[in-house]
């Protein structure tokens, strides 16, 4: 039986990565003072860009998981 070999430290990265989703920021680092844009409306906008981020490498890489 064979087993995969782990990538080598002089492998070259992916020049195509998948995208990663931002941090979800702490509940405790928003004041509740309604600020506009709030932190938490920003992580929404930034995960509006990562998940359409991720529909167009999904769309390069169809054999991804």
């Known amino acids: ?7 080598s430290a002089s492998a070259a990265p992916d020049p195509d ?23 938490f409306d920003l992580h929404d906008l930034a995960m509006d860009a990562h998940r359409q981020s991720l529909r167009a490498w999904r769309a390069r890489h169809p054999d991804a998981a």
Do not use: K, S, Y
């Open 1 to 7: 039986m064979t087993t995969p070999e782990a990538p």
């Open 17 to 39: 990565p998948m995208p990663v989703a931002p941090p979800q920021p702490d509940f405790e680092l928003c004041c509740g003072n309604g600020c506009d844009p709030c932190i």
